[in-house]
């Protein structure tokens, strides 16, 4: 692959590896080389690439069952890495246009709802900002079917709550501790009103405890749910315009929130 041809997006839009052909013996030399090259993939989508996790999510789901299609799908992902070498996160990036001062965090989140054609499964991404600098990113599928858009949100800012959660305290141990809630940015106007709002309908009983837990951290000044969104690139694929776009702001090259 040092030779290969760079390519300019991860994952093309509409790739559908669903509808490739699983065989009933897969080839383990295939499956072994498959694994290879997501697992080498892989650690460097978690460590430094936020812009692979969506990629990385969905390739992930066919490690025991890989033919010589999904490999090269996987192949994709490393002809994007080859031309990338120069990219790389940037610690005190362009000035956010969301207002946020040095040290504060914030997050934004996405959900694909049951975009996962086997089980009907939701994507769901996660990205924790500081200083315009990516802190911790995450994209995967939710754990449970949900029955609609906003339980399927909800899932996504409870799921993102718990990095919040976390990140304050390191914050505390480190010697700098966050003064003010978090803001969570996020898109869907039914799961804000039902995190924001102190009483729940019986439509919305079903998904109770997680509603009251994130209602728990709003009272408690933890965190600040709000709409705004920039999270696209862990939860589907794109075309290549508006996955430059969002890979340039998750880099600390572009504005946080601008055009």
């Known amino acids: 692959m040092e030779h290969a041809n ?21 080839d383990k030399l295939v499956v072994h080389a498959y ?24 390739l992930t789901r066919y490690m025991s069952k890989a033919t010589p299609a999904h490999l090269t799908y996987a192949k994709v992902v490393l002809r994007y890495l080859i031309g990338i070498k120069g990219r790389k996160l940037t610690w005190c990036g362009k000035c956010v246009s969301l207002p946020h001062v040095i040290g504060e965090f914030f997050t934004c989140i996405d959900l694909s709802w049951a975009d996962d054609k086997n089980n009907r499964r ?3 991404a996660c990205y924790l900002f500081v200083n315009n600098a990516m ?3 995450r994209a995967t599928l939710s754990q449970i079917v949900a029955l609609s858009t906003t339980e399927a949100e909800l899932m996504a800012l409870a799921s993102c709550c718990y990095v919040v959660v976390w990140a304050r305290k390191l914050t505390v141990e480190l010697g700098f501790p966050q003064l003010k809630p978090t803001d969570i940015y996020e898109d869907n ?19 109770a405890l997680r509603v009251c837990f994130i209602q728990q951290l709003i009272q408690d000044g933890i965190i600040n749910a709000t709409a705004a969104q920039i999270a696209d690139t862990g939860t589907k694929a794109l075309p290549r315009v508006p996955f430059e776009s969002f890979t340039d702001q998750l880099l600390g090259d572009k504005h946080i929130g601008g055009k």
């Open 6 to 26: 760079p390519c300019k997006l991860p994952m093309n839009p509409g790739s559908d590896l669903d509808s490739l052909p699983i065989l009933d013996t897969p």
């Open 35 to 58: 694994a290879a090259r997501i697992g080498e993939t892989l650690y460097i989508a978690i460590n430094t690439v936020p812009q692979l996790s969506y990629s990385m999510s969905f």
């Open 122 to 124: 939701s994507s769901m």
């Open 135 to 137: 802190f911790s990113w």
């Open 189 to 207: 106007t039914g799961c804000i009103a039902l995190a924001n709002n102190m009483q729940l309908c019986g439509r919305s009983k079903h998904v």
